[in-house]
Structures are given as C-alpha cells and as structure tokens.
C-alpha cells in the first residue's frame, strides 16, 4: 500500500477526483489554504508539505495542484508525481498566462466571479454536465478573495524550470487552460479530452492510475 497525496486544482476540492479510482491506497487530500499576507509560493509550499507525513509519498496534482506538487517535491523526496491538466516548468504556461503576468493584470484587474463570464468559464474548463455546472458554482460561491488573488497571481509567474526525475504528466487534447500545443513531453494523451477529465475521461485515466500505481 502506498501514501497518495492529492491537490485539486484551482480552488476545487476532492470531489473532482471523486471518480477516479486510486486502488487500496491510503489516501490523503491536502485542501487549499489561505496565503498569509506577501506569502511566497516557497513558504505556501511549506504549509502543504507539513500535512505530509508519511516518507517518500506519491503526489497526484491536478491543474495548479500540479505546480504545487512540483513545489513540494523542492522540500521532500517523493517517489513520483502524477499531474493531470497541469505543467511542469514555466516554458509550458501559455502565451496568454505570459502576457498576463508581463502587463501585470493579475494585479491591475482582481478576478471574481461574475456570473455573466460563467459560460466562458465553463467552456474554457470543459464542463459537460449540468452537476459540473452546480459543483463549479458553488466552488466560485465559496472561493476567498485572497486565495483567488494569491492564486492566479503565482501562476501566471510561476518561474519554475526545474522538473523531478519521476513525472508522470496525463494531458487532453482539448485543454483550453494549459493548451497541449504548450506541453512537451506528456507522458500521457488522452484524445477529446478538456482540462475536467478527471470527471468526463475517468475510466481513461483510471486505466492510467492503475498501471502508475
């Protein structure tokens, strides 16, 4: 039996997960805290890692959860990263995440939710269902300002450039946040897939977790 620790994506929690199938694993899900005022993503790094106490875990990151397991494999030895709709280095975030960081709009225009951009929203995150419509809702009801601006914030500039020896990087053809155009090396490719393929590819990527697992 192997320790799995699992980071959702932006804002999300386990529930995007809740259809995969991780074995007789042990598993635990490491949710999204609150930055601490001029935070760095270092130190907010150190914060998850701390919820990890078993040696030499395996982490599963989805989307910036991905970047966040990249930045916790920085502090421990891990014996693999699984991301799903997520990169690994900075030379991979798109062009509009570069430009966006370049003229410093995360800083100029805070995002929040308006209902009116709910349909771009979920067309740019793949959402297929009215029950991913509710559960994206209530994510964006519930989402806390400083998390939201902390968040985007780090990855538009994320300056990471270094990748750990064992990746394993599962990525859709249809990604409209981190379009595979951009990916490198995907370990990986699941064809008609959106950035949600946790939930509208499961039993693709649960044939994946069973082999990496």
Known sequence: MKHIYIISGFGADERVFSKLDFGDNDIHFIPW???????????YAERFRKEIVFPNPILIGLSFGGMMAIEIA?????EKIILISSIRDRYELPC???????????????????????????Y??????????QLLREYRKNIDQRY???ALDEIVNWKNEWSPEHVVHIHGTKDHIFPIKYIKHPEYVIHGAGHLLTMNNADEVNKIL????
């Open 74 to 78: 920085k502090l421990i030895p891990v």
């Open 210 to 213: 069973k082999k990496e697992l």
């Open 124 to 133: 740019n995150l793949g959402v297929e269902t009215k029950e991913q419509k």
């Open 33 to 43: 805290k609150i930055p601490e005022k001029n935070e760095t993503l270092a130190s």
């Open 148 to 150: 939201t601006n902390f």
């Open 96 to 122: 509009f995440m570069r430009l966006t960081a370049a003229l410093r709009l995360t800083k100029l225009i805070p995002l929040r939710p308006f209902k009116i951009l709910e349909p771009i929203e979920n």
